[in-house]
């Protein structure tokens, strides 16, 4: 049996309204039906709407910064909060396996302008090789950074160009087994 919505339609169209006021819809509806073609219906909501099968990603309590950090266990046990994601929009994002992504703000203006202070990054724990170039969370023997990072060809050792975004923060190299990548960053939000 699939869930019914207490609506009205307008123009024949059903129009959903979240909130029903404390006295009902019956006076709201007499009031208004004088001058609209207004009648009462029910209809059935769309499958994705009512199933959007989602995913619960660990946020994980620590921050990624510009230099000061730590070493996390990302493991989804050690995550104290869930996040739940329509799995559909995961993919959508690139995060195709929804058990190896991971949600931490991040700390710092390194990364600004685009990641700012406060950010929260999905982090997809399943992509650790830094090609094709792109924003890491990674370990890099200093602390837990967010990072563009990109292999340097043709070095040996193997090296990794680790850079910030914002240019007051300089450029540094890093062999590869000197780094612990975390994951690459699919996704960001932030709060207006």
């Given amino acids: 049996m699939m869930p019914l919505c207490s609506s009205f339609c307008i123009g024949g169209r059903p ?5 029903m006021p404390a006295t009902g819809w019956r006076p709201v509806l007499a009031l208004i039906s004088a001058s609209l073609s207004i009648r ?12 959007p099968n989602p995913a619960t990603v660990p946020f994980l309590d620590v921050a990624a910064s510009a230099g000061g950090g730590r070493f996390i266990d990302h493991s989804a046990e050690s995550a104290e909060r869930h996040i739940s994601f329509p799995r559909q929009w995961l993919h959508q994002v690139g995060g195709h396996n929804p058990g190896s992504l991971r949600l931490i703000s991040i700390s710092g203006d390194s990364m600004a302008p685009k990641l700012e202070h406060d950010d929260l990054v999905l982090v997809d724990c399943s992509q650790t090789k830094p090609s094709p170039p792109g924003i890491f969370i990674l ?10 990072i990109e292999i340097i060809p043709n070095s040996t050792p193997a090296c990794l160009q680790v850079s910030s975004e914002n240019p007051s923060y300089h450029r540094y190299q890093r062999a590869i087994d000197e780094v612990t990548i975390i994951g690459r960053v699919i996704w960001f939000g932030r709060r207006l």
Avoid at 40 to 51: I, N, W, Y
């Fill in 15 to 19: 129009a959903i309204y979240p909130k």
């Fill in 139 to 148: 370990d890099d023997g200093i602390g837990l950074v967010a990072k563009k």
């Fill in 40 to 51: 009462p219906c029910s209809f059935r909501l769309p499958a994705k709407v009512r199933h």
